[in-house]
């Protein structure tokens, strides 16, 4: 029998010739990245609980300073300091206000066909380079740091067969929330999103890091996009080799394939408070008008060149809603610098929004643009849920980089097509 592109990188990583869903395998770590969300409970189980702590590989080891940064108070500088003294003490590479944890990845570390633990949920992003990238808690992340392996149990995969190309005004974010809106938060629980098609190979590697960024909203162990040329070319370009492009076999098991025409995809949004609450955008503007008080462009999921240059295009001669407060938080500063070269920043400083420096920022929900009672925040960020971004009587929408920004202009949500 066949395998599946997420069977096939859990086989190199066991150092077999075959698994088959189900099954449970000793692996072998690639790369292992731990953000200051959890890092500071990891070194400190590291120091405590173990009898003769050691790091395998500290160049496997990756710490980046994303969730709150700069620090606000005194306990995140503890937080900080603790990982710059261990990263320090062992030789483990830190970053720290370089960028979002999942964006540094992409950019400068991850390999087609590469096994990655990620000390954060949306490690399953790294798929947008063909890699199995899956989030893990701090326990696993210490055992996995200190021995080199870890186990994972295989997978089942659901294929996402994508045809065409999306239409104008309409984006992958659209797309992925479509997706989950159809088969709900719990619709592929512990199983890998497989996309594949001609509509997936379509898709730029930024376009696919969306996709497989949102898995874990669907409840997936990861997300993966059948690579390409483009994922070649672009390892290629940041000084990579695409060494392991594993594509699915044709005689392959998937558990269930979906078919989807992305020229029938359309703009839409999740309420709150749940990631699959999705609808058309047209549907929402039936109803009643929905004023916000923030709007919020940025995140792993959608704060790359390409969401900023529609932000900036859309704003550019017009300013944001005076009622509003804009916020953008560039994914990384390779992205900041390239919209700093393309003039993107001072369009959107001249309109009005307030650009922050690159950090989880809003989407986070706990050191930049936190909201209060009652206030309503349209987000391009990765989750809806009550309390995520501030007060826990606050609501927060979804919706991709054009309707977010559209939003800002008008003061309440709506589509890029009903700007004056």
Not at 108 to 129: K, N
Request: glycine residues 10%; contains cysteine.
């Amino acid at each position: 029998m066949g395998m599946t592109i997420a069977e096939k990188i859990v086989a190199r990583a066991a150092g077999v010739n075959e698994v088959h869903a189900g099954e449970i395998h000793t692996v072998t770590l690639d790369r292992m990245m731990s953000n200051d969300g959890t890092t500071h409970l990891t070194i400190d189980m590291y120091h405590n609980k173990l009898n003769h702590p050691h790091i395998a590989d500290p160049g496997k080891v990756v710490f980046i300073v994303d969730h709150n940064i700069p620090a606000e108070n005194p306990k995140t500088a503890a937080v900080h300091k603790k990982m710059r003294e261990f990263s320090k003490e062992h030789g483990i590479k830190m970053y720290e206000g370089k960028g979002v944890c999942h964006q540094i990845m992409v950019e400068d570390y991850v390999c087609p066909g590469e096994l990655i633990f990620g000390a954060d949920s949306h490690t399953c992003s790294y798929g947008a380079l063909g890699a199995f990238g899956t989030g893990v808690g701090c326990t696993d992340f210490l055992y996995g740091m200190v021995t080199g392996e870890s186990w994972v149990m295989v997978p089942e995969t659901l294929r996402f067969n994508l045809h065409g190309k999306l239409r104008e005004g309409v984006y992958p974010r659209d797309l992925i929330l479509t997706i989950i809106g159809d088969i709900g938060a719990n619709g592929a629980n512990y199983k890998c999103m497989e996309f594949a098609g001609d509509g997936a190979h379509a898709l730029s590697v930024n376009d696919r890091f969306v996709l497989c960024n949102l898995a874990v909203e669907a409840g997936a162990k990861t997300g993966i996009v059948e690579p390409d040329e483009k994922v070649a070319a672009y390892v290629e370009a940041h000084g990579r080799k695409a060494e392991h492009m594993f594509v699915s076999d044709p005689d392959a098991k998937f558990t269930k394939v979906y078919e989807y025409d992305l020229d029938k995809i359309e703009p839409v949004v999740a309420r709150p408070d749940f990631v699959d609450d999705v609808l058309p955008l047209r549907e929402l503007l039936a109803g009643d008008e929905v004023k916000i008080d923030e709007a919020f462009l940025g995140s792993c999921n959608n704060g790359r060149i390409d969401e900023l240059r529609v932000a900036a295009h859309m704003l550019k001669g017009k300013k944001v809603h005076p009622d509003v407060r804009f916020i953008v938080a560039p994914a990384s500063n390779a992205v900041y610098l390239e919209a700093l070269k393309e003039g993107i920043i001072d369009t959107l400083l001249e309109a009005g929004a307030m650009v922050m420096n690159c950090n989880c920022s809003v989407c986070w929900g706990s050191c930049q643009g936190v909201i209060g009672e009652n206030e309503v925040l349209i987000s391009t960020g990765t989750r809806n849920f009550k309390g995520r971004a501030g007060h826990k009587t606050s609501k927060v929408y979804l919706a991709s980089a054009a309707t977010v920004t559209a939003s800002a202009i008008a003061g309440r949500i709506t589509g890029a097509e009903n700007l004056d």
